[in-house]
């Protein structure tokens, strides 16, 4: 069973709950048509604004290179941003540095982890002691 929060106008489903959370919620079958075709509809929407959001964080990125570019020709200076941007670019600048610094220390996520043998101090990989 299911409780959803219904529209007080159109009587159109505009919440889930797995339990009564708020009064005024109605208990449906899980198997309701109503509910299979708002969840369906919910899971769609999430799916498009996904696909929408890795494409804006992608053209983001291009948009940094670009206008980092432009400064390595003196096509204009990074001064000539309003300072908004300049903020903001400064600040994506400081995370992408903090993120590559930890990547060092851990690997990127397309490398993993590799199964090289780690030596805790007695130089002997033959015996079980002191190897992770």
């Known amino acids: 069973m299911a409780f959803v929060k219904r529209d007080e106008e159109s009587g159109e489903i505009v919440g889930v709950f797995h ?13 309701d048509p109503e509910l299979s075709n708002f969840l369906y509809d919910v899971l769609l929407d999430y799916g498009v604004r996904r696909d929408w959001i890795s ?17 390595e020709n003196g096509t204009f200076m990074f001064t000539d941003l309003p300072d908004a ?28 982890m590799d199964d090289t ?8 990989f033959g015996d079980d002691d002191g190897i992770l």
């Open 55 to 71: 494409s804006d964080l992608s053209l983001v990125r291009v948009l940094e290179d670009l206008v980092d570019t432009l400064i």
């Open 19 to 31: 339990q009564p959370m708020q009064e005024g919620l109605e208990e449906v079958d899980s198997r």
């Open 85 to 112: 941007a300049q903020e903001k670019l400064r600040g994506r600048r400081g995370l992408r540095k903090e993120f590559a610094y930890v990547e060092t220390l851990f690997g990127s996520a397309e490398e993993g």
């Open 117 to 124: 043998a780690v030596d805790f101090g007695n130089g002997d």
